[in-house]
């Protein structure tokens, strides 16, 4: 006879209210960097979630479109990205503190 619970059943039913609490934290966060003007972080958060659920949509769309192996670059390019940045600001930082401690 098989459980219906497992021993980590805690854990997916942890897992939804971890993920809710962090978007509830982020909006809070905007509306504090925001005072005043709770209908521009609203409209802010409305843009950025339709742009959120239309993005699997223009993925399945490229994949339709060239192949699946090219939409699977395109995801790969994501990451590669943000590497490129985090590298980029890290030479600038390095830059800088080079030419401050110069007299």
């Known amino acids: 006879m098989t459980r219906f619970f497992s021993d980590d059943a805690p854990f997916l039913f942890a897992l939804p209210n971890t993920i809710l609490w962090k978007i509830s934290t982020r909006r809070w966060r905007l509306y504090a960097e925001l005072p005043g003007r709770s209908g521009t972080a609203m409209t802010l958060g409305n843009v950025f979630g339709l742009v959120h659920d239309l993005f699997p949509l223009a993925l399945g ?43």
């Open 61 to 103: 769309a490229f994949a339709e479109r060239f192949g699946l192996s090219a939409m699977m670059w395109v995801l790969l390019a994501g990451p590669l990205g943000v590497l490129a940045g985090l590298l980029t600001v890290r030479e600038e930082k390095a830059n800088e503190a080079m030419t401050s401690t110069r007299p």
